[in-house]
């Protein structure tokens, strides 16, 4: 059974900081690509972060560049997200999402591997 579980979510103050983790397992987790979208009330499904099955390859969406830092552990078939100075306008539910091949896309349909969701509150 493939699963995606994600946690670390909740609610934290404008500025404060936030560690995502997406645990995997059912399937080859070093021939997946990797990737972090969120979804906000009445808003379309946006990507975070994207990485390669190489784990070099990385990918921001702009307006959390600098910010937030997208990593993976092998040994522990898990991905993270650490997010800092978050804003009120990134609360959202967090997705961990998986793409079987050695490139990451910026498009929701590549992905056939989801999880539940983990949600985000940035208060202000």
């Known amino acids: 059974e493939v699963q995606l579980v994600e946690s670390g979510g909740g609610l934290v103050q404008v500025g404060g900081s936030l560690r995502l983790s997406c645990a995997a397992s059912?399937?080859?987790?070093?021939?997946?690509?990797m990737g972090w979208f969120r979804q906000a009330p009445g808003k379309r499904r946006e990507g975070v972060s994207f990485i390669s099955t190489s784990r070099d390859d990385i990918y921001y969406e702009p307006s959390v560049k600098g910010r937030f830092t997208i990593s993976s552990d092998s040994a522990k078939h898990t991905v993270y997200l650490q997010m800092n100075s978050l804003k009120p306008e990134e609360t959202a539910v967090y997705y961990c999402?998986?793409?079987?091949?050695?490139?990451?896309?910026?498009?929701?349909?590549?992905?056939?591997?989801w999880g539940q969701g983990t949600q985000v509150t940035v208060s202000s």
């Open positions: 999402a998986a793409r079987r091949g050695i490139y990451w896309f910026n498009e929701p349909d590549e992905y056939g591997y």
């Open positions: 059912g399937f080859t987790f070093d021939d997946y690509a």
